[in-house]
């Protein structure tokens, strides 16, 4: 059984800074691309960063570009996510997924991220 277990979220003021975590299990990580996605109360969800499976190459949501970084430790089992430079749109609930920005895949429970001063 998939788990993924994020966390690392909280409160910010704007131009703040920080990292999520997600711990993956239940399935062959270094195998499989990663994605963060994020849902914003009353928006749909979008895939914010993703990262291929030896962590080589990554893509970013234009509005990320330049502020938020991607990364993994096959070793270990996790996903990460710096954020810095945040801005009040990016308050989102975010969460790790499974597979390459595949909306339909497996992703945890979310930890939530609010900027604001």
């Known amino acids: 059984e998939v788990q993924l277990v994020e966390s690392g979220g909280g409160l910010v003021q704007p131009g703040g800074s920080l990292t999520l975590s997600c711990a993956a299990s239940g399935f062959t990580f270094r195998w499989s691309s990663m994605t963060w996605i994020r849902q914003a109360p009353g928006k749909g969800p979008e895939w914010v960063s993703a990262?291929?499976?030896?962590?080589?190459?990554?893509d970013y949501l234009d509005s990320v570009k330049g502020r938020f970084t991607i990364s993994r430790d096959n070793a270990k089992n996790t996903l990460s996510l710096q954020l810095n430079n945040l801005k009040t749109e990016d308050t989102a609930m975010y969460y790790c997924s499974q597979g390459w920005k595949d909306y339909r895949a497996p992703r945890g429970q979310g930890t939530q991220v609010t900027v604001s001063s």
């Open positions: 990262i291929d499976s030896p962590g080589t190459t990554t």
